[in-house]
């Protein structure tokens, strides 16, 4: 580790310069630990419903058993999970863990094109779905190497009446569950029922084993699966934890989870973290419902919340939001997209308590840099380098630059990724030999270590926390009937901080921006889709025929 860090001199009170990365040995002793400390205590809640901690180690032990014990699963296999924030969710995270096998977290908005990728890339061979997305699946299904699914309702886990009537409303009312089949499928509860009648046996699992096939964009088009270890995890566990962890009480707080546990963000942040100090997961399975969140957030005790810059500005503008007792809310972080001062400065009005901005990375399991807790206002920084981190800013010859001056962030520490899955040359193109994960965005840093960023070197557009790739948008809309070429970049949005915007070439004149976006929502998931489609002659590239993005991005609107 560099003895260049100026950031340790203004380290908050209590928080270490490095942590203890030997004192758990994998994620599963983290999860055991705490429901050994734990087990009458309440870890996750949705609809009403709680699991205390003892349900937790008792339920993801009887799913870890059927995966192993009557699936025949392997060490090293690979399990899909495709749901929202279900209850079910923690039960098969920690269920697929313990066996030894590695969790796929999946977008359940995919299209049958995303999905049909995922599963192939990753090679899974189960997974877990909830009854709404399961058509999807079972148009790919014969294209995969899954030879067994599961699947789930919404309401499934949650207790009698409530989870019958959610089942009912989303199947007959609000016909959100279309029709699938899927032979040879069994139901959630089913699994662990038959999980109970066996023992799990003891499966050695070394820090280096990988843990989380966690798919991010790539440059190149292709979703790349990022291989996090449980080193990768636990060791975030601690560096985020221990810079956190003095404003917080074990046993004691309550976390809002509304940003989906498939997003690195919320699976360390929220799952993890707070699964090691006590904490309740409070699980919001649809935060685009504001008046419904706002309505949770009043009966929830919450004391700590996550998410994007669009969550909390929503928040701010739902009725009733405003109303709500804050007196218990001491941590709210931001995340996975720039935190816009207007936000955090309504934000602070409203409930008197800071908006503390984070950075990190899928590649980082993610946090990287964060922002002291006791920051009396919001900063317009990323924060400092978490413990046992280093981060040093580059020029593009891979020469270090000078404090104030603008280079590409670059990370390492124990937190940094293995890889990427199957792709030994994208991850050289990313992590060089010295283990320095270049990261794309160019930043700064003051004289105290805290770190600004300024501008991204890579072409990746940020939707509400979301990584969106021109490549893959760009691939879709080139084999589209009418065009000729077609070009993705990022643009301004008050909602979403960034939103898809596509310049088109067309083949067939009578080409409509209504088309291309029915095409979008055809075959990529709701985030991806252009919000504004531009029609030109011509694209402007240069000499060798690349397409000038930044002079795109950067055109008169």
Not at 17 to 35: G, P, R, T, W, Y
Not at 67 to 77: A, T, Y
Not at 162 to 187: D, E, M, T
């Amino acid at each position: 580790m560099s003895d260049n860090r100026p950031w340790l001199a203004n380290y908050p009170a209590g928080v270490p310069a490095e942590v203890n990365l030997d004192e758990f040995k994998n994620i599963v002793a983290v999860m055991e630990s705490s429901c050994q400390k734990y087990r009458d205590r309440p870890a996750y809640r949705n609809f009403g419903t709680t699991l205390t901690y003892g349900d937790v180690d008792r339920l993801s032990n009887q799913f870890a058993a059927y995966l192993l014990r009557d699936l025949g699963l392997k060490k090293g296999d690979r399990v899909a999970i495709m749901m929202p924030n279900l209850l079910q969710y923690p039960i098969a995270i920690f269920g697929v863990l313990r066996a030894g096998l590695i969790v796929v977290n999946t977008n359940p908005l995919y299209t049958a094109r995303e999905l049909k990728h995922q599963m192939k890339d990753s090679g899974a061979k189960a997974i877990v779905v909830v009854d709404n997305f399961a058509r999807t699946l079972q148009e790919v299904l014969a294209e995969t190497d899954i030879k067994q699914v599961i699947t789930t309702g919404v309401g499934d886990m949650v207790r009698f009446p409530s989870g019958w009537i959610i089942n009912f409303v989303l199947k007959y009312v609000k016909k959100q569950i279309p029709a699938y089949s899927i032979p040879g499928a069994i139901r959630f509860d089913e699994a662990l029922r038959r999980g109970r009648r066996h023992n799990l046996p003891l499966i050695p699992i070394e820090a280096e084993d990988i843990a989380f096939l966690q798919y991010t964009g790539g440059t190149t088009g292709v979703s790349k699966g990022a291989m996090l270890t449980h080193r990768n995890i636990v060791a975030n566990m601690q560096q985020a934890g221990s810079w956190i962890g003095k404003s917080l009480k074990p046993g004691a707080e309550v976390i809002i989870t509304a940003l989906p546990l498939y997003h690195i963000f919320s699976l360390t942040a929220n799952c993890m973290i707070f699964m090691r100090i006590g904490g309740l997961n409070h699980l919001i399975t649809n935060p685009r419902d504001m008046p419904g969140f706002v309505k949770e957030l009043r009966s929830s005790g919450f004391t700590c919340l996550t998410g994007v810059n669009t969550l909390f500005n929503g928040l701010l503008n739902t009725p009733g939001f405003d109303q709500l007792d804050f007196s218990r809310l001491h941590m709210t972080m931001g995340g996975g997209m720039a935190v816009q001062r207007a936000v955090a400065e309504r934000w602070k009005k409203v409930t008197g308590c800071t908006l503390v901005e984070a950075y990190g990375l899928t590649e980082t399991s993610p946090a990287a840099c964060v922002n002291p807790l006791d920051l009396p206002e919001y900063n317009g920084s990323i924060g400092m380098p978490v413990s046992s981190t280093d981060v040093c800013l580059k020029d593009d010859d891979g020469n270090r630059v000078a404090p104030g001056e603008v280079g590409e962030l670059c990370i390492k520490g124990p937190q940094v990724m293995k890889g990427y899955w199957q792709r030994p040359e994208e991850t050289a193109k990313v992590i060089d030999a010295e283990g320095w994960l270049r990261t794309g965005d160019m930043a700064k840093m003051d004289d105290k270590g805290y770190f600004y960023i300024v501008d991204r070197k890579k072409d990746m557009i940020l939707v509400s926390g979301f990584n969106v790739y021109p490549n893959e948008i760009e691939d879709v809309i080139a084999q589209m009937p009418g065009v000729m070429e077609v070009a993705a970049v990022g643009v301004p949005d008050d909602k979403s901080g960034e939103a898809v915007k596509v310049v088109v070439v067309k083949k067939d004149p009578n080409l409509t921006a209504d088309a291309v976006k029915a095409y979008c929502r055809e075959n990529l998931t709701g985030y991806k889709q252009p919000r504004v489609v531009e029609f030109r002659t011509e694209l402007p590239k240069t000499n060798v025929g690349k397409i000038l993005r930044r002079e795109l991005r950067d055109a008169p609107k």
